[in-house]
């Protein structure tokens, strides 16, 4: 009997234990149908998933086609395919997959190229990362546990470094309409600047451009060292969603191991239209210029996860392109932009169509961080330009036409006479760089005619 009680104690245990991991275990899914498809959007009727899980949506043919729950009313899932939808049909099955979005990260991420779910663009393999980090990023950190911004960033190109010196970890948008040197500048930084890492998201641009910017201008030498998240704008605006969402989250991987990273944007404005995209197919009303209130929400949750880490940790030195349809700087999108960034740094086609580049408008841009991390001299040197150079820009056409006689003015007298050195300090070819202290040193020279010590 007491053989009998053991065995029984033991089944009781057994089962118990079974029963505690079945407990464990997350709850079935539960599957629905498709009911609608208009456009971008599919509907789903009884699932039961949460908006950003995954499901998978099995057409009748037998394909796969792997879908995010967006929005959802009453009982009605709205879910975006994030590939192709072709040969779905009515009463399709759809299967939720629990879970927050996660990417594996790591430093095999290094020198590769890759899609907004993580996939090897460049035919060199697969790559082998054990660390597993949110899509939509963790807990945002404590503002006031943040690392100041207190020391400057060589970019390597001598307008930003003199006259718009940019701090490690800020944050800053490089607005300019289509065809004015934004990738070139972007190249130029990618290759001097001083950090760790690199990661440049290329997010809605052409398929064209994606290789021409790595193989022309990241070049062999940036690219080592760099994270290149490409989704072209064929892919779907959940796609280039996640691709922004992507690049972030490696940037901040890295930024959390203390190294010091520099995070290429290009653009926010296409991150915003794919959200505008997603919101319009979904049902939500337009508010400013076609652009949903969810785009405006969408904007900071992307950029607030740049900048400095907790303190001695590292930072995210973010440049964001903003594309300005018709050169309009009021554009819904950039007058946002300029609004949550640390500063915006303006390329102009009169300038670039008069073959000034990089084609930086000195006096519509600006660094709100620039005052906090240089010495007093360059800024006061800087200040000085900026009058010349404007002096300059508001008498040329005068001057062109020979209605001023000189003497008129002491000020635009030595804005004309120092005219061809502001021009040719503000030029640099690509290929050229140009150190921090460098650049302070011409612009010490070029604003008081004398030699920097």
């Known amino acids: 009997m007491s053989a009998l009680r053991e065995r029984q104690a033991a089944w009781r245990n057994g089962l118990a234990r079974y029963q505690r991991r079945a407990e464990l275990l997350p709850p079935p899914p539960v599957e629905g149908t498709l009911t609608r498809m208009v456009g971008l959007t599919l509907e789903a009727a009884g699932c039961e998933a949460a908006v950003g899980d995954r499901c998978d949506v099995l057409s009748s043919a037998g394909a796969r086609i792997e879908a995010e729950v967006v929005g959802f009313a009453g009982g009605r899932l709205f879910l975006m395919p994030t590939a192709d939808a072709h040969g779905l049909s009515p009463n399709s099955r759809v299967v939720p997959r629990y879970g927050q979005q996660t990417v594996r990260v790591g430093d095999s991420l290094l020198g590769r190229v890759i899609d907004g779910a993580g996939r090897p663009l460049d035919g060199a393999g697969a790559i082998e990362c054990d660390v597993p980090v949110q899509l939509m990023g963790g807990a945002p950190i404590n503002p006031l546990e943040r690392e100041p911004i207190a020391e400057p960033l060589d970019v390597g190109v001598r307008a930003i470094n003199a006259l718009l010196t940019v701090g490690r970890g800020q944050r800053v948008g490089l607005f300019a309409g289509s065809g004015v040197g934004k990738s070139v500048l972007l190249g130029m930084m990618a290759r001097y600047t001083a950090a760790d890492v690199i990661v440049v998201g290329l997010i809605g641009e052409r398929g064209r451009e994606v290789k021409e910017f790595i193989e022309r201008i990241l070049g062999e030498e940036g690219r080592r060292r760099s994270v290149v998240v490409a ?95 018709g050169d309009d700087q009021n554009d819904p999108i950039a007058d946002s932009a300029r609004a949550i ?113």
Request: aromatic residues 6%.
């Open 231 to 325: 989704v072209p704008a064929d892919q779907s605006p959940l796609m280039r969603l996640h691709g922004a969402w992507l690049a972030t989250a490696v940037a901040e991987y890295f930024r959390d191991q203390g190294r010091s990273v520099l995070l290429l944007m290009d653009s926010l404005t296409r991150f915003a239209q794919a959200q505008r995209e997603i919101g319009l197919a979904i049902g939500e009303a337009p508010a400013t210029k076609g652009y949903p209130p969810s785009v405006f929400a969408r904007l900071p949750q992307l950029v607030e996860r740049a900048g400095n880490g907790a303190r001695r940790g590292g930072s995210i030195t973010a440049f964001y392109t903003v594309l300005v349809e």
């Open 341 to 453: 960034l640390d500063g915006h740094i303006v390329l102009s086609r009169r300038l670039a169509e008069a073959g000034q580049y990089p084609a930086i408008d000195i006096e519509a841009s600006a660094s709100r961080a620039m005052h906090d991390i240089v010495p007093e001299a360059q800024f006061e040197a800087a200040r000085q330009f900026r009058q010349l150079l404007s002096t300059w820009q508001h008498h040329r056409d005068l001057v062109a036409i020979g209605a001023y006689r000189a003497g008129g003015d002491p000020r635009v007298d030595a804005a004309i006479a120092r005219a061809p050195v502001l021009q040719q300090f503000l030029q640099q070819h690509m290929r050229e760089q140009a150190t921090l202290a460098d650049s302070v040193a011409a612009l010490v020279t070029v604003t008081t005619g004398e030699v920097a010590a």
